[in-house]
């Protein structure tokens, strides 16, 4: 494991020499991916590096693991609250809509889910251009794989560490790095909404997202709702498509 750790921390330490950044920054959710990149930045850029936890109408809970994590990291941090921009901002679109007659209720609940996702990706870059710093993301293989994140919310990072690990390697890594307990053990959750779990949304299981990445037979049931989440989200795992030139 230190193996990987060192490889990823080089990786992170080339990346900021490249491009000349002078540090980098993540959001902690008190998640495990981002106690994971936590970590990682913290040893690649230990007088340079900073987290930034940001509820939005969240779980208090979240809040205080995040905490732990950033506090036990030893890593710079600060907290933005983006609930009442979130209510703004929402309300102000949502009133145009309705006026307009366009409203749609039932995509209701995912557009406020995707504009939080959203609010802490303008955050971190607000934050990032203050630096000169470069935002690290927390996607995982499995993650990436399925495109379970919103398009230029959490997906919208200059750099991301855990692209080849499956949550079963991270979770490794976690332990390895001495993650809190209470962070390494919880449900994997996005937080977008009360109640919500990864796996309860997507309909299947990390554990047979990560034998499908590593090639190992899974149900079929799971293959076709990875395999269906890989080709609907093909999109966002490219960069914008323009029109052919003319
Ligand atoms: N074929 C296509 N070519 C180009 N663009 C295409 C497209 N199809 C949709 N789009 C665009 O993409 C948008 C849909 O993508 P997107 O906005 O991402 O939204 P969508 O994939 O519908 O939702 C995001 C999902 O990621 C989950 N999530 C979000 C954030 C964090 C985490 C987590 O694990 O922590 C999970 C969230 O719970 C939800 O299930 C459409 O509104 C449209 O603008
Ligand atoms: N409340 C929050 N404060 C700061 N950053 C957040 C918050 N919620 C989400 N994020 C950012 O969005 C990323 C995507 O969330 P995601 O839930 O996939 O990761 P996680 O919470 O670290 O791990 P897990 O998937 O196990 O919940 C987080 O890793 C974090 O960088
Ligand atoms: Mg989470």
Not at 82 to 96: G, M, Q
Not at 181 to 203: C, F, I, Y
Request: with cysteine; net charge negative; aromatic share 6%.
């Amino acid at each position: 494991m230190q193996k990987k750790v060192d490889v990823l921390v080089k990786w992170l330490q080339d990346q900021m020499k490249e491009t000349g950044v002078k540090g980098l920054l993540v959001g902690i959710s008190g998640g495990i991916d981002s106690a994971v990149v936590t970590n990682l930045i913290k040893l690649a850029a230990p007088d340079s590096s900073l987290g930034i936890m940001m509820p939005c109408k969240s779980n208090p809970t979240d809040l205080a693991h995040a905490t732990e994590v950033a506090e036990k990291a030893r890593i710079d941090h600060l907290t933005i609250d983006l609930s009442r921009t979130h209510d703004v901002l929402l309300s102000d679109i949502k009133t145009e809509l309705v006026t307009a007659g366009l409203h749609n209720p039932d995509q209701e609940k995912l557009s406020d889910a995707n504009l939080r996702a959203r609010l802490r990706m303008s955050t971190l870059y607000t934050v990032a251009t203050n630096h000169q710093y470069l935002v690290v993301g927390t996607d995982n293989a499995a993650e990436w794989f399925t495109g379970y994140f919103t398009k230029f919310g959490d997906g919208g990072v200059d750099l991301a560490p855990l692209a080849h690990l499956t949550k079963g390697e991270v979770r490794e890594m976690a332990k390895y790095l001495g993650v809190p307990n209470v962070v390494v053990e919880k449900q994997p959750s996005a937080g977008l909404w009360e109640g919500q779990t990864d796996e309860n949304e997507m309909g299947t299981t990390y554990e047979y997202i990560d034998k499908y990445l590593k090639g190992e037979e899974i149900p079929e049931k799971d293959k076709s709702i990875i395999e269906e989440m890989n080709r609907k989200t093909a999109h966002k795992r490219e960069i914008v498509k323009i029109p052919p030139k003319f």
